[in-house]
C-alpha cells in the first residue's frame, strides 16, 4: 500500500498520482474523497491506463473522465430521491447555498435537472468568512422561498452557515423544510450546532444500522482507532472500495486492464455482494444498487422519512 495526500485539491490531486504512477508505478487507485482531486487525477489515471475506484467523488463530471475511473456515489441518484422528497412536501422553489466546488455545483445542478420546480443558486468560496450575508440574501429574496438547502464541502463552512441562518430566524420559519447533504450529520457538526440541526431533512445512504453486521462492525473498529470527521459511512465507501480492487487482484492479477475487467463482470444478473448490499456498475462507471434514502435529524439521529 502506498499513501499520498491530494488535500481534497485538484493540484495536489495531479502531482499525487503522477508520483503513484511514475515513482511507486501503481496499476490500482482507491481514492479520491473529493470530485475536485478525482477529476484532474482520473484525467492522468485514464491517459495511463491506470484503474482508479473513488468511493465518495459524486460530481456528475467524475462519469465523462474516462472508462478507467470508477465511482460509488453519483449525484444524480441522490438528487433524484431529494427531487422525490422535494415535490411529495409541496416544494417549488428551492434557495441553495452552494460551495463553489465540483461537489456542490454539481450537485446544485444535478438537483436542478431532477426537480421540476426552481433551483435559486446562491454560491460562495470555500474560504467565505461571512455566512451572514449569504443569509441575508434569503431573507431579502423579492422570490417566493419554499425551502432552504445547504451544500458545503468542510465541517467549518457548513457549521457557519447553520448559525448564520438561525441568525436569521431561518431555520425556525422554515421548519422543516430546510434540507443539507450527507455531508451535513457529521458528528463534528452535530456538537458544534447543538440543537440546531434539529428537524433538517437529509438524503444519504441508508444509515449503518441498516446495513450488513459486517458494515456496523468495521465503522466500529474504524472508530475505536480513528476520530471520524466525516460521515461514518464515507469509511465504509472506503473499505468497500479497497476490498473490490483486492478480489479484483486475487482473481485477475495487478493489472489495471484485468481488475477493471473484474470491476465490469458484475452486472444486473451478476451483483458484487458487498458492505451495503448487492450492487453493479453502470455504463458510465457509477455503482448501481446503492439505497438513497431520505431522513430527518430527530433528537440528534437521523431518522428515515416515511
Known amino acids: 500500500m502506498v499513501f499520498e495526500d491530494d488535500k481534497c485539491d485538484g493540484k495536489d490531486g495531479s502531482s499525487a498520482i503522477q508520483k503513484l504512477i511514475n515513482v511507486d508505478q501503481v496499476q490500482v487507485v482507491v481514492g479520491s474523497i473529493c470530485s475536485v482531486a478525482t477529476i484532474p487525477a482520473g484525467k492522468i489515471a485514464q491517459e495511463n491506463k491506470i484503474l482508479m ?21 453519483n449525484d ?51 474560504d ?26 468542510s465541517n467549518g463552512n457548513i457549521i457557519s452557515m447553520i448559525n448564520a441562518l438561525d441568525k436569521e430566524g431561518l431555520l425556525k420559519k422554515f421548519a422543516g423544510n430546510v434540507f443539507g ?18 428537524g433538517v431533512k437529509i438524503v444519504q445512504l441508508a444509515n449503518l444500522e441498516d446495513l450488513d453486521a459486517s458494515a456496523i462492525k468495521l465503522s466500529d473498529e474504524f472508530a475505536s482507532k480513528f476520530e471520524i470527521k ?9 473499505a ?9 487482484i486475487k ?40 439505497n438513497f434514502l431520505a431522513y430527518q435529524i430527530k433528537n440528534g439521529k437521523a431518522v428515515v422519512e416515511k
Open 53 to 73: 475506484v473513488s468511493p465518495t467523488s459524486s460530481a456528475p463530471e467524475v462519469a465523462q473522465v474516462g472508462d478507467y475511473v470508477y465511482r460509488f456515489r
Open 240 to 248: 468497500e472500495s479497497l476490498d473490490l480492487v483486492l478480489d479484483g
Open 128 to 153: 467565505e468568512k461571512d455566512f451572514d450575508i449569504l443569509a441575508k440574501k434569503i431573507v431579502n429574496s423579492t422570490e417566493p422561498i419554499d425551502a432552504i438547502l445547504f451544500i458545503g464541502n
Open 76 to 126: 444524480a441518484d441522490v438528487t433524484k430521491k431529494l427531487a422525490e422528497q422535494l415535490t411529495k412536501q409541496g416544494i417549488k422553489t428551492v434557495f441553495a447555498l452552494v460551495e463553489n466546488t465540483d461537489y456542490g455545483v454539481g450537485y446544485a445542478n444535478s438537483l436542478a435537472k431532477s426537480f421540476s420546480g426552481t433551483v435559486i443558486q446562491e454560491k460562495f468560496q470555500s
Open 251 to 290: 482473481a485477475n492479477g495487478y493489472n489495471a486492464t484485468k481488475v477493471k475487467q473484474y470491476l465490469d463482470s458484475f452486472t444486473a444478473n451478476n451483483p458484487r455482494d458487498g458492505f451495503f448490499g448487492k450492487y453493479y456498475f453502470s455504463p458510465e462507471r457509477s455503482a448501481v444498487g446503492l
Open 230 to 238: 466525516s460521515s461514518p459511512l464515507f469509511a465504509v465507501l472506503e
Open 181 to 198: 447533504t450527507e455531508t451535513s450529520s457529521t458528528d463534528v457538526i452535530k456538537q458544534a450546532v447543538g440543537n440546531l440541526l434539529e
